[in-house]
Nanobody, 124 residues
Framework: QVQLVESGGGLVQAGDSLRLSCTTSGRTSSTYIMGWFRQAPGKEREFVARTNWIGGVTFYADSVKDRFTISKDNAKGTVYLQMNRVKPEDTAIYYC?????????????????WGQGTQVTVSS
C-alpha cells in the first residue's frame, strides 16, 4: 500500500503564490505516475497536473498551464505543486494521487492511490 498526505493549503488572495506538498510513504516504489487533482464545491474532481518519478514528464490542465508547476524530490518521496498568480476559480480541495502504471494520468481512473486532500481558498 501507498499512503499520500497533502499539506500546504490555506487562504490566500488572488495573485498570491502557494506551494502544496504531497508526502508519500509505504511502497512508493510501486508508483510510476503522480498527479494533482482538485474538486470545487458542486463540481467533479478534475485533473490539474501530473509527473512521473523517472524522467519527470509533465502534463497540465489548460486552466493552470503557465501558472502552476509540478515537481518532485525523489529522495524525499515528495511531489509539489507550485501555484502562482492564483485566481478565485482555483478555490478547491486539492488531492494528490499515485498510479502504478505508465499512463497519461489525466483521468481519475488512471490512479490507484489518493490522499485526503488539502483546502485551497483564494479570495478576490
Amino acid at each position: 500500500q501507498v499512503q499520500l498526505v497533502e499539506s500546504g493549503g490555506g487562504l490566500v488572495q488572488a495573485g498570491d503564490s502557494l506551494r502544496l506538498s504531497c508526502t508519500t510513504s509505504g511502497r512508493t516504489s510501486s508508483t510510476y505516475i503522480m498527479g494533482w487533482f482538485r474538486q470545487a464545491p458542486g463540481k467533479e474532481r478534475e485533473f490539474v497536473a501530473r509527473t512521473n518519478w523517472i524522467g519527470g514528464v509533465t502534463f497540465y490542465a489548460d486552466s493552470v498551464k503557465d501558472r502552476f508547476t509540478i515537481s518532485k524530490d525523489n529522495a524525499k518521496g515528495t511531489v509539489y505543486l507550485q501555484m502562482n498568480r492564483v485566481k478565485p476559480e482555483d478555490t478547491a480541495i486539492y488531492y494528490c494521487a499515485g498510479s502504478r502504471y505508465s499512463v497519461t494520468g489525466k483521468r481519475k481512473s488512471d490512479y490507484d492511490y489518493w490522499g485526503q486532500g488539502t483546502q485551497v481558498t483564494v479570495s478576490s
